[in-house]
């Protein structure tokens, strides 16, 4: 359910006045959210119960052709594994956002989501109104709420459930840190974020699983200085630096900053 007017919410984050959140949502095992984000929000999920498997796409709202790469967001800071001080990328070395804290520890940048023909051979189902929808259905959904289509769908982020690599190269499901677990996105553009709430696609479990997930989302505008003076989450790696002065100078092109 989302709450309108956010300050609506029965619920907001420690420390963050409900009359400033932009955003609030509970989006349901099998659910589906989009909304568009000013440069400078700062966006919290957080797995309620421990299962929950938040499948993200950010798209550029003044171009939505510039859009999350996660080939670039896994190769430019030379890190698989997402954390705090990470980076999420677009495909024009520019970030569109960082994580900038993480509670969980339990993510996913390797496997992408569930698509029809996979949930469909598992489950039975894969449509967005079935018992057991594929994350690429639900992302198209909310694609279309923007004009967008399939063809504007990359591969996604997935958070709460986690995938390691073996030394043999083969991925492992490591599962979820368990319910409360939280982590938060700050945007450093205007952007479409869509959010599905789906089963991970190497959960071993044989009946699908998942469980809400709450967002919230404020704007924190003095979080892009501080993250850049690494006062949020310490100093900052070049390939940070660099990908945020390339955003920061795109934006003055643009008139924006």
Same mark, same amino acid.
């Given at each position: 359910?989302?709450?309108?007017?956010?300050?609506?919410?029965?619920?907001?984050?420690?420390?963050?006045?409900?009359?400033?959140?932009?955003?609030?949502?509970?989006?349901?095992?099998?659910?589906?959210?989009?909304?568009?984000?000013?440069?400078?929000?700062?966006?919290?999920?957080?797995?309620?119960?421990?299962?929950?498997?938040?499948?993200?796409?950010?798209?550029?709202?003044?171009?939505?052709?510039?859009?999350?790469?996660?080939?670039?967001?896994?190769?430019?800071?030379?890190?698989?594994?997402?954390?705090?001080?990470?980076?999420?990328?677009?495909?024009?070395?520019?970030?569109?956002?960082?994580?900038?804290?993480?509670?969980?520890?339990?993510?996913? +940048?390797?496997? =992408?989501?569930?698509? @029809?023909?996979?949930?469909?051979?598992?489950? !039975?189902?894969?449509? %967005? *109104?079935?018992?057991?929808?594929?994350?690429?259905?639900?992302?198209?959904?909310?694609?279309?709420?923007?004009?967008?289509?399939?063809?504007?769908?990359?591969?996604?982020?997935?958070?709460?459930?986690?995938?390691?690599?073996?030394?043999?190269?083969?991925?492992?499901?490591?599962?979820?840190?368990?319910?409360?677990?939280?982590?938060?996105?700050?945007?450093?553009?205007?952007?479409?974020?869509?959010?599905?709430?789906?089963?991970?696609?190497?959960?071993?479990?044989?009946?699908?699983?998942?469980?809400?997930?709450?967002?919230?989302?404020? +704007?924190?505008? =003095?979080?892009?200085? @501080?993250?850049?003076?690494?006062?949020?989450? !310490?100093?900052?790696? %070049? *390939?940070?630096?660099?990908?945020?002065?390339?955003?920061?100078?795109?934006?003055?092109?643009?008139?924006?900053?």
């Amino acid at each position: 359910m989302r709450h309108v007017p956010a300050p609506s919410s029965p619920t907001s984050p420690d420390g963050v006045p409900v009359e400033s959140l932009v955003w609030a949502e509970t989006v349901a095992a099998g659910g589906y959210t989009s909304a568009v984000m000013a440069r400078g929000t700062r966006i919290r999920l957080t797995d309620l119960d421990g299962e929950a498997c938040a499948h993200l796409l950010i798209h550029r709202a003044d171009g939505p052709h510039e859009r999350l790469n996660v080939a670039d967001t896994v190769k430019v800071p030379w890190q698989a594994y997402l954390g705090a001080g990470h980076p999420l990328l677009g495909g024009f070395g520019r970030v569109l956002a960082t994580v900038v804290s993480d509670t969980s520890g339990a993510h996913d +940048a390797l496997a =992408g989501t569930t698509t @029809r023909i996979g949930n469909e051979a598992r489950y !039975g189902a894969a449509a %967005p *109104e079935s018992a057991s929808p594929a994350g690429r259905e639900l992302l198209l959904l909310a694609a279309l709420k923007h004009g967008l289509g399939q063809r504007d769908l990359p591969p996604s982020l997935s958070f709460f459930k986690g995938v390691r690599v073996d030394s043999d190269g083969a991925l492992q499901w490591q599962g979820s840190a368990g319910p409360g677990a939280s982590v938060d996105l700050l945007l450093h553009v205007d952007a479409i974020v869509s959010l599905a709430n789906t089963a991970h696609p190497l959960d071993p479990r044989p009946d699908f699983t998942c469980s809400p997930v709450r967002m919230h989302a404020w +704007a924190a505008p =003095g979080d892009l200085d @501080r993250l850049s003076a690494g006062d949020l989450v !310490g100093p900052l790696r %070049p *390939e940070h630096r660099q990908a945020i002065a390339n955003t920061d100078a795109d934006l003055n092109a643009r008139g924006v900053l």
